[in-house]
């Protein structure tokens, strides 16, 4: 197993934990949710295949589910935002290609890139997950609201996360 592989193991492990130990747990003011798991769908290595993504989206989306009693709502929005990740990543590229076996990251990227890479995502799977768990167009405001709200929060955990990921030198599979 390669040294992403197991980085890729052990962040799925911390963010479940953190996702249903502590931030499940966190409703500020009954709109916003930070959503920390989605880290690990956003940290998998460029050259990853898109079906490979969404197998590992459909099981970060259904092990939330599963502790959370919403069958399928995250699972819909992470395969979601496996399958348009490498859409996003061709949208925010900076140069032609990405080194498939590299990871992104704030370190190896920079932090604007980062950001509007984490900005789009997280807005994306917010977006799906809300609407799908709020299906009406009574509440749409309170849910565009809680929508961006949430994808605020979420995106200040993924920026501050980035600082705590061990980064390697040459960013690549071994």
């Not at 405001?141 to 980035?162: G, H, K």
Request: hydrophobic letters at 55%.
């Amino acid at each position: 197993m390669s040294s992403n592989s197991i980085k890729i193991v052990i962040l799925f492990i911390v963010c479940m934990l953190l996702q249903l130990l502590i931030f499940n747990n966190l409703q500020i003011s009954g709109f916003i949710n930070p959503y920390a798991y989605i880290l690990v769908i956003l940290t998998l290595p460029f050259g990853l295949s898109t079906p490979l993504t969404m197998v590992v989206a459909l099981v970060s989306g259904l092990t939330i589910d599963l502790f959370c009693n919403t069958p399928g709502m995250h699972a819909f929005a992470c395969v979601l935002i496996g399958y348009l990740r490498q859409y996003v990543l061709k949208f925010i590229a900076f140069r032609e290609e990405y080194k498939s076996d590299s990871l992104p990251s704030m370190n190896t990227y920079g932090l604007i890139w980062y950001a509007k890479y984490a900005a789009i995502m997280v807005v994306i799977h917010h977006f799906a997950l809300f609407f799908i768990e709020q299906f009406d167009s009574l509440f749409f405001w309170p849910t565009l609201l809680r929508i961006i709200l949430s994808s605020i929060v979420t995106i200040i955990f993924l920026l501050v996360a980035q600082f705590f990921i061990p980064r390697d030198g040459a960013a690549s599979i071994d």
